[in-house]
């Protein structure tokens, strides 16, 4: 019955043209409160969650107008936004969209508007979330490049924006979190402990992880590049 009903009240209102329009509109407005936008982000992924009760077609039409109605730069502002938990609810919106169908983002991605918000995926990948420390970022970044499900044109651009704009960031966090070696012409055996502690930067094992994990993906799906 629960799920029933769930599939009535998706289907009126993805039928509702001037609801649809209205809430992007409210999304997309300066004067609305920060606060009032938050529950509005919160509702858009219950709306998108709730729409797997939906048939297959139905779900497929409805991201589809969801994404022409912009969700994506909505979502680009919400990454932006300092509230962890709404960033969260934003990648969680995202992957509903992956699962759904991998190249509505995609073909987001590889527009220019859609390069920001790549690049604060990367950013999402080395924050620190605290206790709600997830790995949201690496599966949607995992997901864009993956080869085989890529297309000819659309993977080449997402590749080359992945590796000549943010790949280096990622690395950049491994090498900083490594004890240096010949600091100053000398091993890291001879320099002191607090030289040391003052060179390493700090990053949680967590992220250090993620990167990791995405450089093997990347070693194995696109080799030549990541030479």
């Not at 044109?153 to 979190?177: C, M, N, P, W, Y």
């Not at 390493?200 to 250090?208: A, D, M």
Request: with cysteine; proline share 4%; glycine share 4%.
């Amino acid at each position: 019955m629960i799920y029933a009903n769930n599939a009535f009240v998706v289907s009126v209102l993805k039928d509702d043209s001037t609801f649809i329009q209205e809430l992007f509109a409210r999304l997309k407005s300066p004067t609305t409160s920060s606060e009032s936008k938050k529950n509005l982000v919160y509702f858009l992924y219950e709306f998108c969650s709730l729409s797997k009760s939906l048939p297959m077609v139905q779900q497929l039409r409805l991201f589809r107008d969801l994404m022409n109605e912009g969700i994506f730069d909505i979502i680009t502002d919400v990454l932006q936004c300092q509230d962890k938990k709404l960033v969260l609810t934003g990648t969680d919106i995202l992957i509903l969209f992956l699962n759904q169908d991998p190249n509505l983002l995609r073909s987001y991605v590889v527009r220019q508007e859609g390069i920001t918000l790549l690049g604060l995926l990367v950013r999402g990948m080395i924050t620190d979330f605290g206790d709600d420390m997830h790995c949201q970022f690496l599966e949607i970044i995992r997901i864009l490049l993956d080869s085989c499900t890529l297309s000819g044109a659309q993977r080449d651009t997402i590749v080359d924006i992945f590796f000549e704009k943010h790949l280096g960031q990622l690395i950049e966090v491994i090498t900083a979190s490594c004890p240096p070696e010949n600091v100053t012409g000398e091993s890291s055996e001879t320099v002191g402990p607090a030289q040391r502690v003052k060179l390493q930067s700090v990053t949680k094992p967590e992220i250090l992880s993620n990167i990791c994990e995405l450089l093997c993906f990347c070693v194995l799906h696109h080799p030549y590049r990541i030479k």
